[in-house]
């Protein structure tokens, strides 16, 4: 089951956050763009599983029906993301719980084509790293969309969210890495660098730690999340980075 799991966690994290793209987001309205979501969704679980069960084609239903609902309520908050990832992640649960042979009955756990027993832990690895840059990326903005009006920004386009997914990715596998400790270095770096900018200007100052804090946090429950599904999976045999 946890290898059923892993596998289609990883096609969701490809298909919403990965492949899908902002054309796709907007015209979710629309029949032939969520026709062509869904058609991600169903090609991405193919792939990662090896196989084309029907219990796939349940899933896309339910994956468009869910975009849907989301897309009537004409919620774009933080809280309607969270319920929408929430209500994605419930079905691929159900889908591992009643089917949890899925994987096993893949083209890839097969044996035919070559020894790809760690594959699950990879989609495992691949799903986490998603989570904590990517997904993280579009989390921490809607968080900070309300507060963000409020701030003058002024620095590079886009810097604050490649900083973001440069923090989040160094949290990622510093957890996963067994250095916990290098993320002090990191918050002492983050704020030596911004204490010029903010020190004199409150509602930045404020509106940068409750980014940072709120970044930091997200990274490591995803880190924290993916060791305990690592912990289920077959080892990778990786060495962590300490000597």
Same mark, same amino acid.
């Given at each position: 089951?946890? #290898?059923?799991?892993?596998?289609?966690?990883?096609?969701?994290?490809?298909?919403?956050?990965?492949?899908?793209?902002?054309?796709?987001?907007?015209?979710?309205?629309? &029949?032939? /763009?969520?026709?062509? $979501?869904?058609?991600?969704? %169903?090609?991405?679980?193919?792939?990662?599983?090896?196989?084309? $069960?029907?219990?796939?084609?349940?899933?896309?239903?339910? $994956?468009?029906?869910?975009?849907?609902?989301?897309?009537?309520?004409?919620?774009?908050?933080?809280v309607a993301f969270v319920l929408d990832q929430s209500a994605h992640l419930a079905t691929l649960a159900l889908v591992a719980l009643l089917v949890p042979g899925l994987w096993a009955s893949g083209l890839w756990a097969s044996g035919h084509v070559a020894d790809l027993?760690?594959?699950?832990?990879?989609?495992?690895?691949?799903?986490?790293?998603?989570?904590?840059?990517?997904?993280?990326?579009?989390?921490?903005?809607?968080?900070?969309?309300? /507060?963000?009006?409020?701030?003058?920004?002024?620095?590079?386009?886009?810097?604050?969210?490649?900083?973001?997914?440069? #923090?989040?990715?160094?949290?990622?596998?510093?957890?996963?890495?067994? %250095?916990? #400790?290098?993320?002090?270095?990191?918050?002492?770096?983050?704020?030596?660098?911004?204490?010029?900018?903010?020190? #004199?200007?409150?509602?930045?100052?404020?509106?940068?730690?409750?980014?940072?804090?709120?970044?930091?946090? /997200?990274?490591?429950?995803?880190? /924290?999340?993916?060791?305990?599904?690592?912990?289920?999976? &077959? &080892?990778?045999?990786?060495?962590?980075?300490?000597?």
């Amino acid at each position: 089951m946890t #290898e059923t799991f892993a596998a289609l966690l990883a096609a969701h994290m490809a298909a919403d956050f990965v492949l899908q793209t902002g054309a796709m987001v907007r015209g979710k309205g629309r &029949p032939l /763009w969520m026709a062509a $979501h869904a058609a991600i969704v %169903l090609g991405t679980a193919t792939l990662t599983t090896g196989t084309l $069960h029907p219990a796939l084609f349940a899933l896309t239903l339910a $994956h468009a029906g869910i975009d849907a609902a989301k897309t009537l309520s004409r919620s774009t908050g933080f809280v309607a993301f969270v319920l929408d990832q929430s209500a994605h992640l419930a079905t691929l649960a159900l889908v591992a719980l009643l089917v949890p042979g899925l994987w096993a009955s893949g083209l890839w756990a097969s044996g035919h084509v070559a020894d790809l027993s760690t594959l699950p832990a990879l989609y495992a690895l691949f799903a986490g790293a998603v989570v904590a840059v990517r997904a993280g990326g579009f989390g921490i903005g809607l968080l900070m969309a309300p /507060w963000a009006a409020a701030i003058p920004l002024d620095g590079l386009p886009g810097g604050g969210r490649v900083i973001g997914y440069l #923090e989040r990715g160094l949290i990622f596998l510093m957890i996963l890495g067994g %250095l916990p #400790e290098g993320i002090g270095f990191l918050i002492a770096a983050k704020s030596v660098l911004r204490f010029g900018t903010v020190r #004199e200007e409150a509602k930045l100052s404020e509106y940068v730690i409750i980014g940072t804090l709120a970044s930091f946090g /997200w990274a490591l429950l995803a880190a /924290w999340a993916t060791i305990a599904l690592l912990s289920r999976l &077959p &080892p990778l045999g990786i060495p962590s980075f300490p000597p």
